[in-house]
């Protein structure tokens, strides 16, 4: 039988305060910032290295890899954040038909999108580390 695996931290987060919410999405920003950075280091580096004829085809991968996560995955989880927390904003407000709920489980759906994220992004590092060491 499958069991789903709940992040404690996500779950007791979603019990929290909105300002606590408004934080974690703060950090999300910071992380995301700080990703792009690094796709912009790993790319200098791959591009410093030459590849070998034998290595160019997973060279390329590794380029076309770099491209597709910081244009496409970046800005999609960055433009989640913004309109999740203007989304806060307007609960903060009081705007009408918001709810708290729908807030907190939005939240939770982009901290796994996050947490996700970060596990492929680790993988994906090593995988452009262990290619550097190897030319």
Request: glycine share 4%; hydrophobic share 40%; aromatic share 12%.
């Amino acid at each position: 039988m499958d069991t789903l695996k709940l992040n404690p931290k996500a779950q007791y987060l979603l019990g929290a305060a909105l300002d606590v919410l408004h934080y974690e999405n703060t950090e999300w920003l910071h992380t995301i910032a700080f990703w792009k950075d690094e796709i912009r280091f790993f790319e200098n580096l791959l591009k410093s290295k030459e590849a070998s004829g034998k290595n160019q085809a997973d060279y390329k991968k590794m380029l076309r890899n770099l491209d597709s996560i910081y244009k496409d995955l970046f800005k999609d989880l960055e433009k989640s954040v913004v309109q999740h927390e203007k989304l806060l904003s307007e609960i903060d407000q009081g705007l009408n038909g918001i709810s708290d709920a729908n807030y907190r489980e939005q939240h939770q759906h982009i901290f796994l999108k996050i947490d996700s994220f970060t596990t492929n992004f680790n993988i994906f590092k090593k995988i452009v580390f262990n290619y550097v060491k190897g030319l």
